[in-house]
């Protein structure tokens, strides 16, 4: 409580406030509803705001927490966007001629009815899931949820090792590719902006992970631009003390978001 960037204020006031305070280069931009009817929201930062066409500049995106417990990934995407609200107008930082070229879209939470769970009781702490109530009996248990990172359209079902089939794992597939409205309204969000660049932040480790990750040492076509952009982790990463990698090094994972982002786009 002593340290904390947002005391007692709920993160989508803290992103609405910021928004209004910014309405010179920020535009909300609603892409959908979650399972539970929540709106699902992204903001886009680029000079002019909202009157500036959508997809007119090249986009970048930002987004965190389809994995509903890992709460630091949040905050380092809202610490970010921060960052760059913070300098929109300090041409030393290099962001006002960022904003002038390009947008900036910062998903904040892309399982929300999963995150606001964790915040439920210590006992729901570690929810990992969206809230997908899998067997209709109005109540969520372990067996219920869906890894919203293995329900993406690309190599979803693959093979057992990259998911899982069985409801109660923290990696169950879910019964369809983008059964999930999450990963749906994410998905015609992505497809419709075509982005040049992408982060998925996640909290497992210190890793900058990279496509493909349904095969092991399976590179993509673009693996030599990816690795120049993530660095080699025994010279040069492209974050000091972060271990750059294929993604199916650490392990194999099929369906998820950055395989289908490659794939698709």
């Known amino acids: 409580p002593t340290t904390c960037s947002t005391p007692l204020m709920p993160l989508r006031k803290w992103y609405l406030q910021q928004a209004s305070a ?22 886009r930062v680029t000079k002019g705001g909202a009157s500036v066409r959508q997809g007119s500049r090249p986009v970048v995106l930002y987004h965190a927490t389809q994995h509903a417990r890992e ?4 905050e380092t995407n809202r610490r970010l966007f921060e960052y760059v609200l913070a300098h929109k107008n300090d041409p030393a930082s290099g962001i006002p001629q960022i904003l002038a070229t390009t947008e900036l879209w910062f998903t904040p939470v892309v399982n929300p009815d999963g995150y606001d769970y964790t915040f439920v009781s210590p006992n729901t702490r570690m929810w990992r899931k969206t809230l997908s109530d899998n067997n209709g009996d109005g109540v969520i248990t372990v067996g219920d949820g869906v890894d919203p990172n293995r329900n993406w359209p690309t190599k979803w079902r693959f093979d057992p090792e990259g998911a899982s089939d069985n409801p109660a ?10 059964s999930e409205p999450e990963v749906t309204a994410y998905r015609a969000l992505m497809n419709r902006l075509k982005a040049k660049f992408m982060i998925d932040y996640h909290s497992y480790g210190e ?39 294929l993604s199916a090094e650490l392990y194999t994972v099929n369906g998820d978001i950055t395989d289908d ?3 698709v786009d």
């Open 71 to 74: 709460w630091i990934a949040v």
């Open 169 to 178: 794992s923290d990696t169950y597939r879910g019964p369809s590719p983008s």
């Open 207 to 245: 890793l900058i992970l990279y496509p493909e990750g349904w095969q092991v040492e399976t590179r993509a076509t673009d693996d030599p631009i990816m690795e120049a952009l993530a660095g080699r982790d025994e010279t040069n990463p492209a974050i000091p003390g972060y271990d750059p990698d």
């Open 22 to 43: 910014n309405a010179d280069v920020v535009e909300r931009v609603p892409y959908g509803k979650s399972r539970l009817g929540q709106q699902l929201a992204a903001f």
């Open 261 to 263: 982002a490659m794939h």
